[in-house]
């Protein structure tokens, strides 16, 4: 949508995007939204809106403040916009290939494709392009042209995806900042590997790994390290399986991204280094 301006001073915005599911942008030079009274479901199932300045995101009770451009809005000036896109296809036989460009989808049935906003704060799985298909994912593929986003947030990407089994192309996310629930209910998934994948932008891991039942092992690069003020909790909540390089094993009292290192002499984790 464009123009949006043009309805600055309004008074009631009830139920104006509600359900508006395949919504991306909401695009204004400016915008007064002090004058608005009234706005009961204002941005209800508006799951794929994101606004142009940080990446954020509406949630489902969000009200008339966040109609507005800057930090912590959903609006965009097309001038200032920061956001940028993935493509994503889903093919027929499981796999979903995420890259910069649209994968090559000669001779395959797609089950599902679209974009996704690679730096969005999104909050719910519906945001995502294959979000009615999570079910039938079996394999994911990250292209190395996704290398060319300098900074992406994982929230709810793989969330319930409970036939996956192999992930691949980890290390060509550059500036990976947030993965709350990222993996959440992978029940199948047995190993993860996040060699050439940087934590040094990590915030939050608000239940990255939780009911991930299968988990037992986390590959990460001899250097990895969390930086200081990342928070997650339940990160590995019901991660059973899960075992650090030096033999640490599952405790349901450490599930927060504390446990988020490297299992070694003297440094309790889950993290293999190799």
Not at 12 to 37: G, Y
Not at 128 to 156: C, E, M, Q, R
Not at 242 to 267: L, P
């Amino acid at each position: 949508m464009s123009g949006f301006e043009n309805l600055s001073g309004v008074e009631d915005v009830t139920q104006l995007f509600t359900s508006c599911s395949e919504l991306r942008t909401v695009s204004a030079t400016s915008f007064d939204n002090s004058q608005i009274k009234k706005y009961t479901s204002v941005l209800y199932g508006c799951s794929k809106l994101v606004g142009g300045t940080d990446g954020f995101v509406p949630s489902p009770s969000s009200g008339a403040s966040v109609l507005k451009l800057g930090t912590g809005g959903v609006l965009t000036d097309p001038e200032s916009d920061i956001r940028t896109w993935l493509n994503a296809t889903l093919f027929v036989d499981g796999e979903l290939k995420i890259g910069f460009a649209k994968a090559d989808a000669a001779g395959r049935e797609v089950l599902a494709a679209g974009k996704l906003c690679a730096n969005a704060k999104y909050n719910a799985i519906q945001a995502t392009p294959w979000a009615s298909f999570g079910k039938s994912v079996k394999a994911v593929a990250i292209a190395a042209d996704a290398s060319k986003l300098a900074n992406v947030n994982l929230n709810y990407w793989f969330y319930g995806f409970n036939a996956l089994a192999s992930v691949s192309g980890m290390a060509n996310l550059r500036g990976v900042a947030r993965m709350d629930h990222t993996f959440n209910s992978c029940s199948a998934l047995a190993e993860l590997d996040l060699r050439g994948m940087s934590p040094a932008a990590l915030a939050s891991m608000a239940y990255t790994f939780g009911a991930c039942t299968s988990l037992a092992k986390i590959l990460v690069d001899a250097d990895w390290e969390l930086p200081k003020g990342c928070t997650g909790s339940s990160t590995f909540y019901n991660c059973k399986a899960i075992v650090g390089g030096n033999g640490t094993a599952y405790g349901s009292k450490q599930t927060t991204c504390a446990m988020c290192r490297i299992d070694r002499e003297g440094q309790a984790g889950y993290l293999t280094a190799r």
